[in-house]
């Protein structure tokens, strides 16, 4: 009999903490990138996090796959370039003119509301460069809004996910 309410004890608890939300320490978002009407190759897009002093601290989604292009990205470069980081698991297609894309986004909760920003850089081959197509304060309310671009970006829509 002991071992019955043992087990029917382990159980319910077993139960009971599945029920429970886990807390994590990062939400994901996902961001809507609607492109002009321009002409030519695919833009390559990089969603970067800034930190309040205005340098990169990671980056969080680069659109255009192949690497060879990733300097036209000329700022985020040079930061790319001194931290090495392995991008294969943020990357995307880059999206063409007039086209749309959805990603879901990861941002540490701690970055919230603390001077953090969002930047949206874009390029495309033989064209220009827009260091801050898209650029945004991180916060609560941000993360639940539509931002016009500066370039080849006409807007970013940010919802959670």
């Excluded at 294969?88 to 603390?114: C, P, Q």
């Excluded at 949206?120 to 197509?133: P, T």
């Amino acid at each position: 009999m002991k071992r019955l309410y043992i087990f029917i004890t382990l159980c319910v608890l077993a139960l009971g903490l599945t029920s429970f939300k886990i807390f994590s320490d990062s939400e994901k978002y996902k961001c809507m990138i609607q492109m002009t009407n321009y002409s030519g190759e695919g833009a390559y897009i990089v969603i970067s996090l800034i930190n309040p002093e205005g340098a990169y601290e990671k980056t969080l989604q680069v659109k255009g796959d192949d690497d060879e292009w990733y300097n036209t990205v000329e700022s985020w470069w040079q930061y790319q370039g001194k931290v090495r980081a392995d991008l294969d698991a943020i990357t995307g297609a880059t999206i063409s003119g007039g086209e749309r894309a959805i990603s879901v986004i990861e941002i540490d909760n701690d970055k919230l509301d603390k001077g953090y920003k969002l930047r949206f850089e874009s390029a495309v081959e033989d064209q220009e460069y827009y260091k801050d197509d898209v650029e945004f304060e991180l916060t609560s309310q941000n993360l639940k809004s539509k931002f016009n671009g500066n370039g080849f970006i006409r807007y970013i829509r940010m919802m959670p996910q």
